[in-house]
């Protein structure tokens, strides 16, 4: 059962991801993708290690999404936080977009199988201005394909801003004649 939040930077995203997951019952696995290459990314990660409940498992995937999706009980509740930095992880080690692709789609099709909640985090990098190098646009675009990816399998998709949740639904446009 495969939920997505999606929003800007610090929108509150990885905090809602945590009360879903602690509200669910279950066991949780945080699914990680971030790496500590720096001293402040290594605070960073520190930090959210240090808000998420002792008995949490947590995994580090800065790659393999779905295999590691793969080792968690069928039932228990899975944080992936995030796709973000997934793609950039992606991108870093040579995958192609098409790879890039299918690995989210599998992972989707995974999450949206499963009996437990996954709630998968992501950043919203589409509302900006258009990066000024190839490298930046093939990110953006990558990433924004990735977010369809996942948000299509889903069964919730919201847009994170300020902490709060706004739900997204599929977009239904009457027909001139026909039902509204």
């Not at 995974?110 to 190839?134: D, F, I, K």
């Amino acid at each position: 059962m495969l939920t997505v939040l999606l929003g800007g930077a610090r929108s509150g995203k990885s905090a809602l991801a945590a009360q879903a997951a602690a509200a669910s019952g279950a066991d949780v696995t945080f699914i990680a993708t971030a790496e500590a290459r720096d001293e402040e990314m290594a605070a960073r990660i520190a930090e959210h290690r240090r808000d998420r409940p002792h008995q949490w498992v947590t995994v580090e995937a800065p790659l393999q999404l779905e295999r590691a999706l793969a080792t968690v009980s069928d039932t228990g509740t899975v944080v992936v936080d995030c796709l973000t930095l997934w793609v950039a992880n992606m991108i870093e080690v040579g995958a192609s977009d098409a790879e890039v692709s299918k690995e989210a789609s599998d992972l989707a099709a995974r999450a949206e199988q499963r009996r437990g909640l996954v709630v998968v985090v992501s950043n919203e990098v589409g509302s900006g201005l258009v990066p000024g190098e190839p490298l930046g646009r093939r990110y953006r675009d990558l990433l924004g394909a990735v977010n369809v990816i996942c948000a299509r399998q889903a069964r919730a998709a919201y847009l994170v801003v300020a902490g709060l949740a706004l739900a997204l639904s599929p977009l239904h446009i009457a027909t001139p004649g026909g039902p509204d």
